[in-house]
C-alpha cells in the first residue's frame, strides 16, 4: 500500500513539473503588459512615420517615451525586460503575433487597413492578381546562428504563365539597440533553359517591404525560392537586436495579354487533338462502299462507317452500279 501511494505521489510531482511553465520574473514586464506596450509603440511608430517630418528619428523616439509615460514604465525597466524576452524568444514571439493581430483588428473596426500591405488580402488563389503564399505570415528573426534566417520555396504549378511578375512584402519591425540594420531579402526564379534571375533587397527600416520579381515575357517559371537574413550579430547577448516579420503575402500578377493568348493556344492545341483523336461518322448511301486506302469494303444498309485513323487523302463515297 505504502509502495503504491509513494508511486502515485511521484508521478503526480512528475506531471506538475512537466505541466507548469516558469513564470516571467517579478521585475521584468510581465507578458500581457509587454503586449500593451508593444501594441501602443506600434501606432505610435506608425504616426511618427506618417508625420514625415525631417527629423524623424528624434519624433520616433518621442512618441516611445509618452507610450512609457502612459504605463508608468521607465526606460530601464523596459530594456530590462527586453533584454529578458530577448533571452526567452519563445515569449516574446507569441506576444508580436497578438500585437500584429490586434492591429488588424483595429483596423477593420475603422473601415481601413494597415498600410497597403492589406489590399491584396482580398485576393484569392486564381485571378489575374492573385495571393499565393501558403508558408507562415509571421516570424522572429535575432542575429544569431539558425535563428538569423527564413529560407521558403513557393510551388510552381500550371496556374503560373509566361510574363508573370511577383511582389514579396512584408511588415517589419526592428527593435534594434545598436548597430547597422542589415537584413536582405532574396527570391530566386528559375526558368525554363535553367536560366536564373535572382532578385534581392535590403531592409534597413521598420515598416512595409516589398521585393518585385520582374517578368520573363520568353520563358516559364519552373522554380521559385528564396530567403530572409538578419545580419549585424554578435557575441554580445545582451544586445538588444531583433526583427519581427508579420503579414507576409507573394503576390502574382498575370500579364493578361500573354496569359489570353497562352490559353488560345492550348485551346486550338486542344481542339485540334481532339479533331485528329476523335471518331468521324459519315453517312455513306444505301448500298455504297467507301474507297479507302484499306480497299473496297462493304457498309451495312443504314449504317455508318466510322474512321479511327488518319488518312491523307479525303475519303470519296461512290455509288455502285444498279
Known sequence: MKHSLYILF??????MLVGCK???????????????????????????????????????TRYFQAVLKKYGV???????SLVYYYGHLERLQPIYIEVNERLAD????????????????????????????KDRTDLLLIPRPTMNRFDFTVKVDTSFYKGDSFMFQFMAEYIWQSGTKEATVCIVTKYEG??????????????????????????????????????GGNNDETTRKMMFISQIQLIRFHNK?????????????????RGVN????????????INGRGGNQPIPFGARAVEHRMDARPNRVEKLPR
Not at 511521484?10 to 506531471?15: E, G, I, K, N, T
Not at 521607465?74 to 530590462?80: L, Y
Not at 461518322?281 to 444505301?286: G, L
Open 22 to 60: 516558469p513564470s516571467v520574473p517579478s521585475e521584468i514586464i510581465q507578458p500581457g503588459d509587454m503586449e500593451d506596450i508593444l501594441y501602443d509603440y506600434s501606432i505610435a511608430q506608425a504616426m511618427a512615420m506618417e508625420n514625415g517630418r525631417e527629423n524623424h528619428e528624434y519624433e520616433r
Open 257 to 273: 495579354e500573354i496569359k489570353d493568348e497562352t490559353s488560345k493556344d492550348s485551346i486550338q492545341t486542344d481542339s485540334l487533338q
Open 10 to 15: 511521484v508521478v503526480s510531482a512528475l506531471a
Open 74 to 80: 521607465t526606460q530601464a525597466e523596459f530594456d530590462s
Open 194 to 231: 535553367d536560366s536564373i534571375i535572382q532578385t534581392s533587397n535590403h531592409v534597413s527600416v521598420s515598416g512595409i517591404s516589398q521585393i518585385r520579381v520582374p517578368a520573363n515575357h520568353k520563358q516559364k517559371l519552373k522554380e521559385m525560392y528564396g530567403f530572409i537574413y538578419l545580419g
Open 278 to 289: 476523335a471518331p468521324r461518322p459519315m453517312s455513306v448511301p444505301a448500298g455504297g462502299r
Open 106 to 133: 483595429e483596423a477593420k473596426m475603422l473601415g481601413t487597413t494597415i498600410g497597403s500591405i492589406s489590399r491584396y488580402s482580398q485576393y484569392s488563389a486564381s485571378g489575374d492578381t492573385a495571393s499565393i503564399w
